[in-house]
């Protein structure tokens, strides 16, 4: 732990003393987010987009900000994992193929398939009576609702954001694990077309997670990958994944490691220091077999990626208000309005620590050294009933103007008095 420790002077009722007032920067957890240094490329980091210049701090006690506003609520949720399930995939196709045949496999009886163009004017009719279905070999027919195909001007009636071109159907319960083939004559053969396949029945799972929501430019990702049944884990024998930026414009490669783990180095992110606003997505394709039967799934998952223009410069002392109050030092690349967040615990009787309050505060800072306060009023202090030693938890560093989460402290600090 590094020690930040100030004098201050105290009135005691036998004279004039000198207290020590003791604060500790507390060790970081592995799921913290921290830049390891700051970006220098500050030509391509966008203009703030900020209207407030004045300083602000507002503090809630307890109950307001367990009523109003959950602890630990950033842009996006922090103190939890991102992840996503998929019982689902999907296949680029063609016109000449679709015509063909395309062979689609299945775990478990109920799949829904939807077929649809990729342009949404692409002037193509798909038609249920051309639609030709064969389970494992054997002419099979398809219900939707009360026994029937769904076309994209139905589904988009009932609310549903697909092309006209589309059709969708639901298998029977009686066709189950196998090979569907899928065809459908008389699309255009270069025309491109999208199958969906979802198996709500299946209980073979592909999961997806990352470590947290936020990470910076320049920082590696590791995801847990697993694909099960509930019962049993198996190894993929082909996973394809890309990371794709908000607009689609740029993609990089995830590699696969031991374990079915994926990874993405550190290096690729390490050029985004102006990310295009809105979610990096990373997309898997995977496939595996057991017992013979494919099994294919795709997934999705978004996350936030942010330059690291500013972070906590490591300095802390003790605030001038005659509550509970600290000041940071925050070290920026770059000028703009930031504004940090803290969860502040108070020690009772029993010698446990509680939720005190929930402090925000903001200021315009110039580019490099400078400070912002997080302050409760002493009524505030007094009224929980609360003493040290104090904890500052989920704390956080965010640019306003620039919607950027820049650090994020699970348990940072402890003020001992």
């Known amino acids: 732990m590094r020690y930040t420790k100030t004098l201050i002077a105290s ?9 020590m007032a003791e604060i500790e920067w507390l060790d970081t957890q592995s799921n913290d987010l921290r830049a390891d240094r700051l970006t220098t490329d500050t030509g391509a980091i966008p203009a703030s987009m900020h209207q407030e210049s004045a300083a602000i701090n507002f503090a809630w006690n307890a109950e307001q900000a367990s009523t109003a506003r959950r602890p630990g609520v950033g842009p996006t949720e922090t103190g939890t994992t991102p ?14 193929e679709l015509a063909r045949g395309v062979e689609l496999p299945l775990t478990a009886p109920g799949a829904v398939v939807r077929i649809s163009a990729l342009d949404n004017d692409s002037g193509l009719e798909l038609d249920p009576d051309k639609l030709v279905l064969e389970f494992n070999g054997r002419p099979v027919s398809a219900e939707f609702g009360p026994g029937h ?54 209980a073979w799972t592909a999961t997806l997670a990352l470590e947290r929501h936020n990470y910076l430019a320049g920082q590696p990702l590791d995801f847990e990958f697993e694909l099960g049944d509930g019962r049993r884990s198996i190894e993929a024998h082909s996973i394809q994944a890309v990371l794709a930026s908000p607009d689609a414009s740029e993609t990089w490669p995830i590699e696969s ?9 550190a290096a690729p992110l390490a050029d985004i220091d102006r990310p295009a606003p809105g979610l990096y997505e990373a997309h898997v394709y995977v496939e595996g077999e057991y017992r013979g039967q494919t ?23 003790r605030g001038r208000s005659d509550g509970l109050a600290v000041v940071l030092g925050i070290d920026s690349a770059v000028s703009g309005r930031y504004q940090v967040n803290a969860d502040v615990m108070g020690t009772n009787a029993r010698g446990e620590l509680e939720l005190l309050g929930f402090v925000q505060s903001a200021n315009v800072l110039e580019a490099g050294s400078g400070q912002i ?13 609360l003493q040290a030693p104090f904890e500052v938890r989920n704390l956080q560093l965010l640019d306003q103007g620039r919607m950027y989460l820049l650090e994020d402290r699970q348990q940072a600090l402890r003020i001992m008095r």
């Open 83 to 96: 992840m996503v399930e998929s019982q689902q995939y999907w296949m680029d196709v063609t016109g000449t």
């Open 295 to 317: 099994i294919r799934r795709d997934l999705t998952l978004a996350f936030n990626v942010a330059p690291a223009i500013a972070q906590f410069s490591g300095e802390v002392e």
């Open 373 to 385: 306060e997080l302050a409760l009023d002493s009524d505030m202090v007094r009224a929980s009933g």
């Open 149 to 202: 195909v769904s076309t994209g001007v139905e589904l988009r009636r009932e609310g549903m954001p697909v092309p006209e071109a589309t059709l969708a159907f639901r298998l029977t319960d009686r066709i189950g694990a196998g090979t569907l083939t899928v065809s459908h004559e008389g699309v255009r053969g270069s025309l491109p077309l999208v199958i969906n396949v979802h198996e709500p029945e299946s």
């Open 11 to 19: 009135c005691l009722v036998a004279g004039s003393s000198l207290a």
């Open 257 to 265: 490691t031991r374990g079915n783990g994926l990874t993405m180095a």
